[in-house]
Protein backbone atom coordinates (compact mmCIF):
# COMPACT_ATOMS: atom_id res chain seq x y z
CA UNK A 1 0.00 0.00 0.00
CA UNK A 2 1.37 3.49 -0.94
CA UNK A 3 2.00 6.50 1.36
CA UNK A 4 -0.98 8.29 -0.79
CA UNK A 5 -3.45 5.09 0.42
CA UNK A 6 -2.01 5.51 4.29
CA UNK A 7 -1.90 9.49 4.46
CA UNK A 8 -5.44 10.93 5.95
CA UNK A 9 -7.31 12.83 3.73
CA UNK A 10 -9.20 16.26 4.11
CA UNK A 11 -12.06 17.66 1.67
CA UNK A 12 -11.06 19.86 -1.12
CA UNK A 13 -14.39 20.55 -1.92
CA UNK A 14 -16.04 17.47 -2.91
CA UNK A 15 -12.78 16.00 -3.98
CA UNK A 16 -10.94 14.19 -1.41
CA UNK A 17 -7.45 15.10 -1.09
CA UNK A 18 -3.78 14.23 1.06
CA UNK A 19 -4.10 16.49 4.05
CA UNK A 20 -0.64 18.00 2.62
CA UNK A 21 -2.23 18.63 -0.41
CA UNK A 22 -5.25 21.16 0.36
CA UNK A 23 -3.11 24.33 1.38
CA UNK A 24 -1.07 24.37 -1.31
CA UNK A 25 -4.25 23.83 -3.45
CA UNK A 26 -6.17 26.62 -1.79
CA UNK A 27 -3.00 28.61 -1.89
CA UNK A 28 -3.04 28.32 -5.98
CA UNK A 29 -6.72 29.50 -6.41
CA UNK A 30 -6.54 32.37 -4.05
CA UNK A 31 -3.22 33.64 -5.96
CA UNK A 32 -5.04 32.79 -9.07
CA UNK A 33 -8.08 35.03 -8.65
CA UNK A 34 -6.32 37.54 -6.41
CA UNK A 35 -6.92 40.63 -8.77
CA UNK A 36 -10.29 39.79 -9.13
CA UNK A 37 -11.35 38.68 -6.15
CA UNK A 38 -13.12 42.05 -4.36
CA UNK A 39 -14.82 42.31 -8.41
CA UNK A 40 -16.66 39.06 -7.84
CA UNK A 41 -17.48 39.02 -4.17
CA UNK A 42 -19.20 42.30 -5.20
CA UNK A 43 -20.86 40.14 -8.58
CA UNK A 44 -21.65 37.47 -6.32
CA UNK A 45 -23.35 38.84 -3.17
CA UNK A 46 -24.80 42.07 -5.29
CA UNK A 47 -22.78 43.94 -3.03
CA UNK A 48 -24.47 42.45 0.37
CA UNK A 49 -20.58 40.61 1.61
CA UNK A 50 -20.21 44.57 2.25
CA UNK A 51 -23.45 44.95 4.64
CA UNK A 52 -22.00 41.62 6.44
CA UNK A 53 -18.44 43.03 6.78
CA UNK A 54 -19.81 46.13 8.62
CA UNK A 55 -21.59 44.47 10.95
CA UNK A 56 -18.85 42.24 11.70
CA UNK A 57 -16.91 44.97 12.72
CA UNK A 58 -19.97 46.64 14.57
CA UNK A 59 -20.08 43.57 16.69
CA UNK A 60 -16.56 44.24 17.36
CA UNK A 61 -16.90 47.08 18.59
CA UNK A 62 -12.51 47.82 18.14
CA UNK A 63 -10.95 50.31 20.27
CA UNK A 64 -7.88 52.82 20.58
CA UNK A 65 -5.30 50.86 21.49
CA UNK A 66 -6.38 47.38 20.81
CA UNK A 67 -4.27 44.98 18.48
CA UNK A 68 -6.38 43.00 15.95
CA UNK A 69 -5.31 40.01 14.32
CA UNK A 70 -7.36 39.24 10.65
CA UNK A 71 -6.68 35.70 9.75
CA UNK A 72 -7.44 35.20 6.24
CA UNK A 73 -7.78 38.89 5.78
CA UNK A 74 -6.70 38.68 2.17
CA UNK A 75 -6.74 42.06 0.24
CA UNK A 76 -7.77 43.87 3.87
CA UNK A 77 -11.62 44.55 3.73
CA UNK A 78 -12.01 43.84 7.12
CA UNK A 79 -8.88 45.20 8.25
CA UNK A 80 -9.57 48.39 6.41
CA UNK A 81 -12.81 48.55 8.22
CA UNK A 82 -11.56 48.38 11.92
CA UNK A 83 -8.83 50.26 11.74
CA UNK A 84 -10.24 54.09 12.13
CA UNK A 85 -11.72 52.89 15.28
CA UNK A 86 -8.06 52.23 16.52
CA UNK A 87 -6.90 55.53 15.57
CA UNK A 88 -7.03 58.23 17.83
CA UNK A 89 -7.24 61.65 15.85
CA UNK A 90 -5.81 59.77 12.55
CA UNK A 91 -2.79 58.55 14.33
CA UNK A 92 -2.19 54.75 15.63
CA UNK A 93 -1.71 54.15 18.93
CA UNK A 94 0.30 50.93 20.22
CA UNK A 95 -2.58 49.22 18.91
CA UNK A 96 -3.01 48.20 15.37
CA UNK A 97 -4.36 46.08 12.39
CA UNK A 98 -2.09 42.28 11.47
CA UNK A 99 -3.82 40.86 8.40
CA UNK A 100 -2.60 37.16 7.92
CA UNK A 101 -2.81 35.27 5.19
CA UNK A 102 -1.90 32.19 3.07
CA UNK A 103 -1.66 34.05 0.04
CA UNK A 104 1.18 36.27 -0.86
CA UNK A 105 -0.89 37.63 -4.10
CA UNK A 106 -4.04 38.44 -1.96
CA UNK A 107 -1.77 39.97 0.29
CA UNK A 108 0.33 42.23 -2.14
CA UNK A 109 -3.28 43.51 -3.55
CA UNK A 110 -4.65 44.33 0.21
CA UNK A 111 -1.33 46.29 0.73
CA UNK A 112 -1.53 48.27 -2.67
CA UNK A 113 -5.63 49.01 -1.72
CA UNK A 114 -4.04 50.60 1.68
CA UNK A 115 -1.98 52.29 0.07
CA UNK A 116 -3.90 53.92 -2.46
CA UNK A 117 -5.60 55.05 0.47
CA UNK A 118 -3.14 56.67 2.04
CA UNK A 119 -2.93 54.33 4.82
CA UNK A 120 1.14 54.01 5.88
CA UNK A 121 1.18 52.94 9.04
CA UNK A 122 -1.43 50.49 11.83
CA UNK A 123 -1.36 47.85 9.49
CA UNK A 124 0.71 44.81 8.95
CA UNK A 125 0.80 42.12 6.34
CA UNK A 126 1.90 38.80 7.09
CA UNK A 127 1.82 35.62 4.60
CA UNK A 128 1.76 32.59 7.32
CA UNK A 129 -1.18 29.56 8.08
CA UNK A 130 -4.03 30.01 10.32
CA UNK A 131 -2.71 26.28 11.77
CA UNK A 132 0.73 27.88 12.57
CA UNK A 133 0.37 31.57 13.10
CA UNK A 134 3.34 33.63 13.75
CA UNK A 135 2.30 35.52 16.51
CA UNK A 136 3.10 35.66 20.32
CA UNK A 137 0.94 33.83 22.90
CA UNK A 138 -1.93 36.38 24.69
CA UNK A 139 -0.75 39.36 22.23
CA UNK A 140 -4.35 40.13 20.28
CA UNK A 141 -7.51 41.67 21.52
CA UNK A 142 -9.22 41.19 18.63
CA UNK A 143 -9.31 37.88 16.63
CA UNK A 144 -11.34 38.14 13.08
CA UNK A 145 -12.01 34.83 10.29
CA UNK A 146 -13.71 36.27 7.52
CA UNK A 147 -14.89 33.86 4.73
CA UNK A 148 -11.53 31.74 5.36
CA UNK A 149 -11.91 29.15 8.11
CA UNK A 150 -13.95 26.83 5.78
CA UNK A 151 -10.42 26.71 3.85
CA UNK A 152 -8.26 25.34 6.17
CA UNK A 153 -7.17 21.70 6.65
CA UNK A 154 -7.72 21.29 10.41
CA UNK A 155 -10.75 24.00 11.37
CA UNK A 156 -9.52 22.46 15.18
CA UNK A 157 -6.18 23.60 14.60
CA UNK A 158 -7.02 27.18 13.60
CA UNK A 159 -9.54 27.40 16.62
CA UNK A 160 -6.80 26.62 19.37
CA UNK A 161 -4.37 29.00 17.43
CA UNK A 162 -7.32 31.71 17.79
CA UNK A 163 -7.53 30.96 21.43
CA UNK A 164 -3.80 31.37 22.00
CA UNK A 165 -3.27 34.58 20.45
CA UNK A 166 -6.17 35.80 22.01
CA UNK A 167 -5.15 37.72 25.67
CA UNK A 168 -7.78 36.87 28.59
CA UNK A 169 -10.77 38.96 28.04
CA UNK A 170 -10.07 38.79 23.87
CA UNK A 171 -12.79 38.63 21.58
CA UNK A 172 -13.14 36.21 18.78
CA UNK A 173 -15.68 36.75 15.56
CA UNK A 174 -15.79 34.66 12.36
CA UNK A 175 -18.13 35.66 9.61
CA UNK A 176 -18.60 32.57 7.38
CA UNK A 177 -21.02 31.13 4.32
CA UNK A 178 -23.39 28.30 5.92
CA UNK A 179 -24.20 25.18 3.77
CA UNK A 180 -27.47 25.64 4.59
CA UNK A 181 -29.95 28.34 4.50
CA UNK A 182 -34.24 28.84 4.55
CA UNK A 183 -35.63 25.92 3.10
CA UNK A 184 -37.76 28.08 0.42
CA UNK A 185 -34.62 29.54 -0.72
CA UNK A 186 -32.51 26.38 -1.22
CA UNK A 187 -33.66 25.22 -4.50
CA UNK A 188 -33.02 28.70 -6.07
CA UNK A 189 -29.56 28.90 -3.59
CA UNK A 190 -28.19 25.43 -5.05
CA UNK A 191 -29.20 26.54 -8.63
CA UNK A 192 -27.28 30.30 -8.48
CA UNK A 193 -24.61 28.51 -6.64
CA UNK A 194 -23.56 25.93 -8.72
CA UNK A 195 -24.32 27.30 -12.26
CA UNK A 196 -23.99 30.91 -12.16
CA UNK A 197 -20.70 31.39 -9.59
CA UNK A 198 -18.76 29.06 -11.81
CA UNK A 199 -19.90 30.85 -14.75
CA UNK A 200 -19.24 34.31 -13.43
CA UNK A 201 -15.78 32.75 -12.03
CA UNK A 202 -14.96 32.44 -15.79
CA UNK A 203 -15.83 35.22 -17.17
CA UNK A 204 -14.20 37.65 -14.47
CA UNK A 205 -11.37 35.78 -13.43
CA UNK A 206 -10.75 33.09 -16.25
CA UNK A 207 -10.70 30.46 -13.64
CA UNK A 208 -13.97 28.54 -13.10
CA UNK A 209 -12.46 25.73 -11.14
CA UNK A 210 -11.58 28.06 -8.47
CA UNK A 211 -15.29 29.16 -8.16
CA UNK A 212 -16.44 25.55 -8.46
CA UNK A 213 -14.90 25.05 -5.17
CA UNK A 214 -15.26 27.86 -3.45
CA UNK A 215 -19.43 26.87 -3.85
CA UNK A 216 -18.57 23.12 -2.56
CA UNK A 217 -16.23 24.16 0.11
CA UNK A 218 -19.29 25.94 2.06
CA UNK A 219 -21.39 22.50 1.19
CA UNK A 220 -18.36 20.62 3.31
CA UNK A 221 -18.43 23.53 6.06
CA UNK A 222 -20.28 22.51 9.39
CA UNK A 223 -23.65 23.86 10.19
CA UNK A 224 -23.68 27.33 12.27
CA UNK A 225 -24.80 24.77 15.60
CA UNK A 226 -21.93 22.42 15.05
CA UNK A 227 -19.44 24.90 14.10
CA UNK A 228 -19.99 26.65 17.91
CA UNK A 229 -19.61 23.36 19.23
CA UNK A 230 -16.21 23.38 17.29
CA UNK A 231 -15.45 26.73 18.92
CA UNK A 232 -16.50 25.92 22.58
CA UNK A 233 -14.29 22.60 22.54
CA UNK A 234 -11.64 25.02 21.29
CA UNK A 235 -11.76 26.65 24.86
CA UNK A 236 -13.59 29.82 23.99
CA UNK A 237 -16.48 30.95 26.03
CA UNK A 238 -20.10 32.64 25.49
CA UNK A 239 -19.66 31.03 22.06
CA UNK A 240 -23.16 32.60 20.48
CA UNK A 241 -23.98 32.82 16.28
CA UNK A 242 -26.31 34.76 14.21
CA UNK A 243 -27.71 34.54 10.74
CA UNK A 244 -27.65 36.78 8.09
CA UNK A 245 -29.99 37.40 5.14
CA UNK A 246 -31.64 33.96 5.25
CA UNK A 247 -29.07 32.03 6.61
CA UNK A 248 -26.57 32.61 3.88
CA UNK A 249 -23.36 33.63 6.17
CA UNK A 250 -23.56 33.57 9.82
CA UNK A 251 -21.44 35.53 12.45
CA UNK A 252 -19.95 33.13 15.26
CA UNK A 253 -18.74 35.60 18.22
CA UNK A 254 -16.87 33.79 21.30
CA UNK A 255 -14.43 35.28 23.99
CA UNK A 256 -11.53 34.01 25.90
CA UNK A 257 -11.37 34.26 29.52
Known amino acids: MSDEDTSARTDF ?8 EKAPLVRAIFDSVAERYDL ?3 LMSAGIHRLWKNEMVAALKPRQGQRLLDVA ?3 GDIALRALPKLRDGGRVSEGGVVVCDASAAMLAIGRARALDQGI ?18 RSVDLFTVGFGLRNVTHIDRALAEARRVLKPGGRFLCLEFTPEITPLLQPLYDLYSFRIVPFLGQVVTGDRD ?14 QSELAEMIARAGLDQVKFRNLTGGVAALHSAWRL
Open 73 to 75: GGT
Open 120 to 137: LAGIEWVCADAERLPVTD
Open 40 to 42: MND
Open 13 to 20: GFRRVGEG
Open 210 to 223: AYAYLVESIRRFPR
